[in-house]
């Protein structure tokens, strides 16, 4: 079973036959309430109901609420007013959820509960005990593990206590000891905010990592399990900005899409955003292929799958695609992993047949080449 809030492009061409696909739909205004009582909260159940309304059923947003309001203001519904203010950017479906965990956040300070989330933003995959312990170990790592490095195990403890009842850790898997999880929004947040605010802190904990990735995979390989340090150990970190256009043929529920960007991205420089997909009109999805070429003419190739959403601009839509690395010419020969790519489009047609559309927006992601060292 894969849960996933985007497309899983290698199981696309199964989901009529051997990959069933059900969509899991928000918390309806009764539902979360009785999530929020649940966590602690009290109030009237028209306000209950009203918040979750608020909130748009967001389970993650409304977990977080909850625990929020019960650890801050006894419980009491009638204070999520406090909870930060909406942003104004992102991604609709985390929005109320990062309105959260911003009060959280101004509610911890800049304590050790902060800097245990922000440690977890450098992991795509639950965190180990002894990854962590080389984020740990002194010297601290200056803006960041300051309040951590001489932490008591009972201290220790209670620090991840306190998370956990907060829902911004997830329950200890018994069967992985050792290991602290978190959502997937909830690391990316403050992931990001660790990467965009406090950068040398970001490259120093990264260096760590690649020291240690390296240094406990063995000499001669037997299994793929003993391969996935060497993988972590040759990442390259990138992002970028793209602009151009994109042009769309309907043929009943699907319509073609072919687009040409060009930006500009670290470690690549000047470059050329190419892609086709096949998207489905009735829920807005789709799915292809596109490639990523440098200046200097090396390629990277990928699948994609996405998501279109409206916005709250007439005429305008928001694109979040999934892109994963397979295979690249040049000096990204044997390259893999995946970038994000965040973009506007928009719905005004242009051209002789209104079908030109204009799109410009960010991707960022990691690519992995055999032989290479990790790069900042």
């Known amino acids: 079973m894969i849960t996933t809030r985007t497309p899983v492009?290698?199981?696309?061409d199964h989901e009529d036959t051997s990959a069933v696909r059900r969509e899991l739909e928000q918390l309806s205004s009764d539902a979360g309430a009785k999530l929020l009582r649940a966590l602690g909260v009290n109030g009237d159940e028209a306000e209950l109901r009203s918040a979750s309304e608020e909130f748009t059923g967001h389970c993650?947003?409304?977990?977080?609420?909850?625990?929020?309001?019960?650890?801050?203001?006894?419980?009491?519904?009638?204070?999520?007013?406090?909870?930060?203010?909406?942003?104004?950017?992102?991604?609709?479906?985390?929005?109320?959820?990062?309105?959260?965990?911003?009060s959280y956040q101004t509610w911890f300070g800049e304590g050790p509960e902060l800097s245990v989330l922000r440690l977890l933003g450098l992991f795509d995959r639950p965190a180990d005990e002894k990854a962590l312990g080389v984020?740990?170990?002194?010297?601290?790592?200056?803006?960041?593990?300051?309040?951590?490095?001489?932490?008591?195990?009972?201290?220790?403890?209670?620090?991840?206590?306190?998370?956990?009842?907060?829902?911004?850790?997830?329950?200890?898997?018994?069967?992985?000891?050792?290991?602290?999880?978190?959502?997937?929004?909830?690391r990316g947040f403050f992931g990001e905010q660790l990467r965009s605010q406090l950068a040398d802190a970001w490259k120093e904990s990264n260096r760590r990592l690649y020291i240690h990735d390296r240094s406990v995979a063995p000499q001669l390989l037997d299994t793929f399990r003993d391969m996935v340090p060497l993988f972590l150990a040759k990442q390259v970190h990138f992002r970028g900005a793209v602009q151009g256009q994109e042009t769309h043929t309907v043929q009943g529920t699907t319509q073609s899409v072919d687009g040409e960007t060009t930006g500009i991205a670290t470690h690549f420089g000047q470059l050329s955003f190419s892609y086709s997909l096949t998207v489905n009109l009735t829920n807005g999805t789709g799915t292809g292929s596109a490639q990523l070429q440098a200046t200097n003419g090396d390629i990277i190739y990928t699948t994609m799958a996405g998501q279109l959403?409206?916005?709250?601009?007439?005429?305008?839509?928001?694109?979040?695609?999934?892109?994963?690395?397979?295979?690249?010419?040049?000096?990204?020969?044997?390259?893999?992993?995946?970038?994000?790519?965040?973009?506007?489009?928009?719905?005004?047609?242009?051209?002789?047949?209104?079908?030109?559309?204009?799109?410009?927006?960010?991707?960022h992601g990691t690519y992995y080449v055999p032989g290479r060292e990790a790069v900042e």
């Open 9 to 12: 492009a290698d199981i696309a």
């Open 60 to 102: 993650l947003a409304l977990t977080l609420l909850g625990s929020y309001l019960t650890d801050a203001y006894n419980g009491d519904i009638r204070c999520r007013k406090e909870v930060s203010e909406p942003l104004t950017h992102g991604i609709s479906q985390g929005v109320h959820a990062r309105r959260v965990m911003e």
């Open 135 to 186: 984020l740990l170990k002194s010297p601290a790592i200056p803006g960041l593990t300051e309040s951590l490095t001489h932490l008591s195990p009972t201290e220790w403890r209670t620090v991840l206590g306190k998370l956990r009842r907060a829902r911004l850790l997830a329950r200890e898997d018994m069967h992985n000891p050792g290991y602290i999880d978190t959502h997937p929004l909830i």
């Open 309 to 363: 959403e409206m916005t709250s601009t007439p005429g305008v839509g928001s694109i979040t695609e999934i892109n994963t690395i397979t295979g690249g010419a040049g000096r990204f020969v044997g390259a893999h992993g995946n970038f994000t790519m965040e973009r506007l489009l928009n719905l005004a047609g242009t051209g002789p047949q209104q079908n030109v559309y204009f799109t410009s927006g960010c991707l």
